[in-house]
């Protein structure tokens, strides 16, 4: 089968653009951060969101149009429950302290996992925060609280065995698309660029299916340290890449200008 600039879905014609729409990452490293300045670990998660705000700003500056961020991982729990508890103080304050600015800067947020497991304190916020910044389209700022890849297929499976249940679809018809149109990320196009800092190489159960194609950029950066300036080093990178999506380099370099 022969590749014409008819069968390219629209991901991937955006995914050859400088660019990246989506960018996806681990920010890894707080602890690190803090242990090196003799600081309790939790210094280092108050100054990583002080990387959040800034790599926020730069991301609309540049024209990425959707930001996801791992705050907390559903493995995360296995933490001292004092650095757990903490880490959810800290959302929460954040959630609040933000806010306004995210709405005023027209970003909209949205929190993915199972948030559930929160403190109701935290479900009314997130529901507040989602409702009045749901009409803004600057940024789409997804934050993946109490997020794991394995959940985030298993429940997209659960609602198709429902589906199947009530016999509005068989299990021969389950395909690829069915299942990425129940994960978390939906109406999204899946990320372009993946940065993880802090100087682990591994997706610690992040966005496993959504990756599949994503640009993977690892950085030994402690996320606090993480800035405008190496926010432009992982672009950089990601804008010298050829994706081929399964193409020889030929054939991208004719559809480019197709
Ligand atoms: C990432 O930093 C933040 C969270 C996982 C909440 P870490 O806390 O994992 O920092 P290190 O890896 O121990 O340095
Ligand atoms: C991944 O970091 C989760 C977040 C950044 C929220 P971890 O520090 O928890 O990852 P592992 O355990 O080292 O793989
Ligand atoms: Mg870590």
Redesign the pocket.
Known sequence: MSSTAQDISREERDGYVGIPRHVAII???????ARKRHLP?FA??KA?VEAVREVVKSCGEKGVQILTLF???SE?WRRPQKEVGL?MDLFLTALEHEIKKLHKNEVQLRIIGDTSAFPDKICKRIEQAETLTADNHQLVLNIAANYGGKWDITQAVQQLANKVQQGELTPEQINDQHIAAHLSMKDLPEPDLFIRT?GEQRISNFLIWQLAYTELYFTDVL?PDFDRNELEKALDSFASRQRRFGRTGEQVEQLKHA
């Open positions: 920010m890894d490293g707080n602890g690190r951060w670990r280092g998660h990583g705050a907390f991982s995360n880490l802090g996320w």
